[in-house]
């Protein structure tokens, strides 16, 4: 029977599964209604609660708990759906739409990687192009907008807070990167596409030689004076004239792989391999880099694997609470300079594959630029509009390295002026970090009265130790100016004292903190199965006196 029930639990568990696939694409609408109602659930709790003399349950407390979790769930959900929207539509849509503005631009497309029909949207002239035209312009540069104001919504969403400096320092940053980015996506496929006229060399060799004429010349070749040497050389005409068949000098279309050396299928195939292995490669080197990283779940690994494979971002922010990981830290420092050098790393692979991906660009422009030269050699003239293609290759293969190399340096200078000025929580380094961890146990330091208002707290300065002798926190005395630059170490030690005072007897006196009396006779020590070091007494120095939260 118990058999027959888990069996049972699996089946709606995988029936559940698939329904929660199938239904992924209304997922968000799904999400958002959820959390609309859930917050209006709220709102009647908190209405109810600030009336008054209203009678508070358990069960209203239980409630409002349950939707706060809830509510954040939601919270979670969608900037996971945002995540991947970035990491995948939005840079494949805004390449695409580039792609597509580039090509109404061109001339001579490479027709043969292109159905006849799609050409033809972009060779057919009409009235309309020019609007058609602004409004594909008008769309790439809103998805761009799009693009870093969701980069800068997912940061805040992980922050709950981010003033406008950083905000503004963030959205340029990311507006750099998507747009370094896409260009580079946009190249890799340029040659095969032929945008902008590069490709009208191979365009220009779909005009063959006179089969007749082309028989004469294969006999005896082709003579020509060298423009440098001064000598006369002999070329085939078969590479010369590269539109006739080799054999009979029959008509026959060069194909692009003269240029490109692959074609446009292998090419995709080609850029998806790139893609697993980069992904493949930041899984390997974050591993070795990152603790957090290591340690998390292999969906976690996936969903950030998605997200920086356009964006170079680290796994996690040095200030971020899961599991409390930030408190367990005596020194931020430590996990900020960790998070800046997986940032800076990250900016470096981020070049390394934007250069990469020039790699099909620079085969094509090394063969245009071989092609046009060997034509003005033999035939001492080419068409105008293989001397655009030879000026825009050249011209594209200093400028984009180059724009690709600042874009790196800027952004890394970004990266750096947000981790070092920017950041919202930029205080907690400067003020010290959290209190340090000691390796013995340490005893808190109180006035008289506190000590006469509770027995338990002697002349020792502190509280009985316990019988663990792990690891305690080693008080601090905060500044009203450091407490205000960082309100977060003030509610941190407010958690340790009360920590502390569990182990403390109940008195049902209350507790007043008076002016601290120097009188060496009104401290005792009270005996204690863990005698605790005396402090010594220096009541004197008003340095060593501390009250206790």
């Known amino acids: 029977m118990k058999s027959q029930n888990v069996n049972a639990f699996k089946q709606k568990k995988c029936l559940v599964k698939v329904l929660i696939w199938c239904s992924f694409v209304i997922a968000p609408a799904l999400i958002l209604l959820s959390e609309e109602k859930a917050q209006k659930r709220m709102k009647a709790l908190k209405d109810k609660i600030n009336k008054k003399g209203a009678k508070i349950s358990d069960s209203d407390l239980e409630e409002s708990q349950h939707l706060s979790e809830f509510l954040k769930e939601c919270r979670m959900a969608l900037l996971t759906f ?67 104001l969701t980069s800068i919504k997912i940061k805040e969403d992980s922050k709950n807070y981010l003033p406008l400096t950083p905000k503004i320092l963030l959205g340029t940053r990311y507006l750099l990167i998507f747009f370094v980015r896409i260009s580079s996506l946009v190249t890799y496929f340029s040659p095969s596409l032929g945008l ?5 060399h191979h365009h220009a060799e779909r005009f063959p030689l006179d089969p007749k004429i082309w028989e004469n010349l294969n006999k005896t070749n082709f003579n020509y004076l060298h423009a440098i040497t001064g000598q006369y050389q002999t070329i085939p005409v078969s ?6 068949n080799q054999t009979d000098g029959t008509p026959s279309p060069p194909p692009i792989t003269l240029y490109t050396y692959i074609t446009l299928k292998t090419a995709y195939i080609l850029f998806g391999a790139f893609f697993i292995l980069y992904a493949l490669l930041l899984l390997f080197i974050k591993t070795k880099i990152s603790d957090r990283f290591a340690r998390a779940s292999w969906g976690e690994k996936l969903q950030h694997l998605i997200d920086v494979l356009n964006v170079p971002d680290p796994f996690r922010d040095w200030d971020s609470e899961e599991n409390l ?42 063969n245009v630029r071989s092609r046009h030269e060997l034509l003005l050699e033999t035939l001492g003239y080419v068409f105008p509009q293989e001397e655009h ?21 800027v952004d890394a200078v970004l990266a750096s002026l947000f981790m070092n000025l920017f950041h919202p929580w ?54 009203e100016e450091s407490s205000d630059a960082n309100p ?52 004197k120095n008003p340095e060593n006196i501390s009250l206790l939260r």
């Open 82 to 148: 945002k995540r991947n929207e970035l990491g995948i539509e939005i840079v494949i849509q805004l390449s695409i739409h580039l792609a597509m503005v580039l090509l109404s631009q061109t001339p001579y497309p490479a027709i043969e990687n292109l159905s006849p029909g799609f050409v033809s949207l972009f060779q057919d002239k009409n009235d309309e192009e020019t609007s058609t035209l602004a409004f594909l312009v008008v769309s790439i540069l809103w998805s761009f907008k799009t693009s870093a």
């Open 196 to 200: 902008l006229g590069m490709m009208n």
């Open 239 to 244: 590479e010369l004239f590269r539109s006739n």
């Open 325 to 366: 990981e930030i408190r367990i830290h005596a020194y931020p420092a430590k996990l900020w300079k960790s998070t800046l050098i997986e940032m800076f790393v990250m900016i470096g692979l981020q070049l390394l594959t934007n250069l990469l991906l020039l790699t099909p660009f620079f085969i094509a422009a090394f």
């Open 389 to 409: 293609a030879y000026w825009l290759v050249n011209y594209l293969s200093w400028v984009l390295p180059t724009v690709i190399v600042c874009a790196s340096v």
């Open 426 to 479: 930029i205080g907690i380094l400067s003020s010290g970090g959290y209190p340090e961890t000691a390796d013995t146990g340490t005893q808190w330091e109180v006035s008289e009265e506190s000590s006469d208002a509770n027995p338990n707290i002697g002349r020792s300065g502190g509280y009985p130790e316990t019988a663990d002798t792990g690891t305690q926190w080693e008080p601090q005395e905060v500044s």
């Open 488 to 539: 977060n170490i003030e509610v941190f030690s407010e958690l340790l004292a009360t920590a502390e005072l569990e182990d403390v007897p109940e008195t049902t006196e209350p507790q007043e903190v008076t002016e601290v009396s120097t009188s060496p006779t009104s401290q005792e020590v009270l005996p204690n199965d863990n005698p605790t070091k005396e402090l010594p007494d220096d009541s």
